[in-house]
């Protein structure tokens, strides 16, 4: 059974960073592309950015691209967002996307706000 559980999210002020970490199970995932979304209050879900499995290939939303990094452990199935230079328009729920898998866990909540 496929499960993604997303942790590191809270609160942060202007200019902060966080970490987030997405733990998975269930599928080869090594093997899989692994993804972050987010979902502000009131707004449809959007691609943050991705990372492939083999080699390690990102891909950035405009928004985010040269403050968010994403990276992997596959040892430790395990994909990461580091997020820097917040601002309040990156408040929103951050979930994780194994492949294209319609499957969706419970999403860690960022909220950047002095």
């Known amino acids: 059974q496929i499960q993604l559980v997303e942790t590191g999210g809270g609160l942060v002020q202007p200019g902060g960073s966080l970490r987030l970490s997405c733990v998975g199970s269930g599928f080869d995932f090594s093997s899989i592309a692994m993804s972050w979304y987010r979902q502000a209050p009131g707004e449809e879900r959007e691609l943050v950015a991705i990372?492939?499995?083999?080699?390690?290939?990102?891909h950035y939303s405009g928004p985010v691209k040269g403050r968010f990094t994403v990276s992997r452990d596959n040892t430790q199935n395990t994909a990461y967002l580091q997020m820097n230079s917040l601002v309040p328009e990156d408040t929103a729920t951050y979930y994780c996307r194994a492949g294209n898998i319609d499957y969706w866990g419970q999403g860690t909540q960022v909220v950047v706000s002095s």
């Open positions: 990372i492939f499995s083999y080699g390690g290939r990102t």
